[in-house]
């Protein structure tokens, strides 16, 4: 029996940090073992907000390298551009005719940026481009495109799935029959927050976070930044109340969360040598990746073969669906 198809898009927006890492990269990797998995690079949604072309260069190839050095394999997983693929756009234009504009008022992402505006006195259409406005009919024909049974995505993108759904189902109604595959969101519920150097949940609007490949120096540096309280290196101290612990726990092994527990209970130990612990596990882990992380980039040719092979990929299977659709919906007298 085939697999069912899991497919998740990545917006380029700069290098992720070790929440993305826990909560997003690894789960999505891990579905690939069960599941026919397709990663693509979400140029264009990106496009909204990124118009400096070297910028939007740059965070493609930072986010495909990060995927990459994290143990997406290419041999195994499909993964591609989005703006290798046009048929997307062919898709967003033919969505475009069964989706109801007051579908989009509720978009999220719209209704924030709205929000926003009359906050701050401005008009209601400040700042909104219709690229913002239609995001999730492209974010549809990214799905619908490639019959995706499953998007593993974070909770913010629940409501842009069941958009898909409600598009989906209006072209099979109206065509009676089942063109497009309904998808599901797939939300891996056993992720844990992740905090950041405050306590607080790991967010780049929290300015708070720990970029996954930064250069060992730097990691060492923000690993000294996270707030602890001012006991002296003599008292015992709670690692259950600690913002450096609740990130070791994370990244060591049971023996070493126990073994370092032990030397914070039994006082003597300063937040210098804990911070220092925490290093040392991140820094083991992140290290292979990290190396494998500065290849890719120390030769962007390799991340271009990669993306375009995936891409040949990904428009063979887009284009025979485009077809098939062309042909249902009166498009097929070419
Ligand atoms: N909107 C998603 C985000 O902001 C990215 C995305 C674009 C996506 N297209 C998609 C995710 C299709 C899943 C499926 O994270």
């Given at each position: 029996m085939s697999k069912e198809i899991a497919l998740t898009g990545i917006k380029p927006t700069g290098m992720p940090h070790l929440g993305n890492y826990l909560g997003a990269i690894k789960p999505a990797l891990a579905l690939a073992e069960s599941y026919e998995a397709r990663f693509f690079i979400a140029d264009y949604h990106s496009l909204n907000t990124i118009k400096n072309p070297e910028d939007l260069r740059n965070y493609t190839y930072e986010i495909a390298a990060c995927w990459l050095a994290c143990g997406l394999d290419p041999e195994k997983v499909l993964i591609y551009r989005q703006s290798d693929v046009p048929e997307t756009f062919e898709l967003t234009t033919?969505?475009?005719?069964f989706t109801s504009k007051g579908l989009m008022n509720r978009a999220h992402a719209y209704k924030a940026q709205v929000d926003q505006n009359r906050a701050k006195g401005k008009p209601e259409d400040h700042n909104v481009n219709m690229g913002l406005f239609t995001y999730p009919v492209?974010?549809?024909?990214?799905?619908?495109?490639?019959?995706?049974?499953?998007v593993p995505v974070g909770k913010d993108q629940v409501q842009h799935i069941e958009m898909a759904v409600d598009i989906a189902q209006a072209v099979n109604r109206n065509y009676k029959q089942e063109l497009l595959t309904l998808p599901k969101p797939f939300v891996s519920e056993?992720?844990?927050?992740?905090?950041?150097?405050?306590?607080r949940k790991m967010s780049k609007s929290y300015d708070n976070t720990i970029p996954l490949f930064i250069p060992e120096k730097k990691l060492k540096k923000l690993c000294n930044k996270i707030i602890t309280n001012s006991q002296t290196v003599e008292e015992p101290k709670d690692p259950d109340n600690c913002n450096v612990f609740t990130l070791y726990k994370l990244f060591a092994t049971d023996a070493q969360q126990a073994a370092l527990a032990a030397r914070y209970r039994a006082g003597g130990m300063g937040w210098g040598e804990a911070k220092a612990e925490l290093f040392n596990?991140?820094?083991?882990?992140?290290s292979p990746m990290r190396e494998r992380y500065n290849e890719l980039m120390a030769d962007k040719s390799s991340i271009d073969k990669i993306l375009s092979d995936g891409g040949v990929k990904a428009?063979?299977?887009?284009?025979?669906?485009?077809?098939s659709l062309r042909k249902v919906m009166g498009f097929d007298f070419l």
């Open positions: 033919m969505i475009m005719a492209l974010m549809a024909a990214d799905i619908l495109l490639f019959d995706a049974n499953y056993s992720t844990q927050v992740v905090i950041g150097s405050d306590g596990v991140l820094n083991a882990k992140i428009r063979e299977l887009a284009a025979a669906k485009i077809k």
